[in-house]
Nanobody, 115 residues
Framework: QVQLVESGGGLVQAGGSLRLSCTAS?????RAWYRQAPGKQRELVAS???????NYADSVKGRFTISRATAKNTIFLQMNSLKPEDTAVYYC????????????WGQGTQVTVSS
């Protein structure tokens, strides 16, 4: 069974913090967080390679941190100093651990930042 389970979204005031979690099962490896705001394209927020290298969108650099648990089937997105423009549905993306490269997406978790 292949599954991505996301959690941690919610409603927070501007300047607050949230921590998102994504746990994968079924021989897939979570690699990135994306977000999609109403009327906008889905965009990459942060990614982490198998070796632990990270990358961030300019809009979140310095505020968000992507990390991975030791078990490597779980990634986190620590979001600090949240702004109303961070409001979006946040999605976890995973790739197949072995074999043909295949992408998998979680169902998303809503993050709403009020001013």
């Amino acid at each position: 069974q292949v599954q991505l389970v996301e959690s941690g979204g919610g409603l927070v005031q501007a300047g607050g913090s949230l921590r998102l979690s994504c746990t994968a099962s079924g021989n897939i490896a979570p690699r990135a967080w994306y977000r999609q705001a109403p009327g906008k394209q889905r965009e990459l927020v942060a990614s982490i390679t198998s070796g632990g290298n990270t990358n961030y969108a300019d809009s979140v650099k310095g505020r968000f941190t992507i990390s991975r648990a030791t078990a490597k089937n779980t990634i986190f997105l620590q979001m600090n100093s949240l702004k109303p423009e961070d409001t979006a549905v946040y999605y976890c993306k995973a790739v197949k651990a072995v074999g043909w490269p295949t992408e998998y997406w979680g169902q998303g978790t809503q993050v709403t930042v009020s001013s």
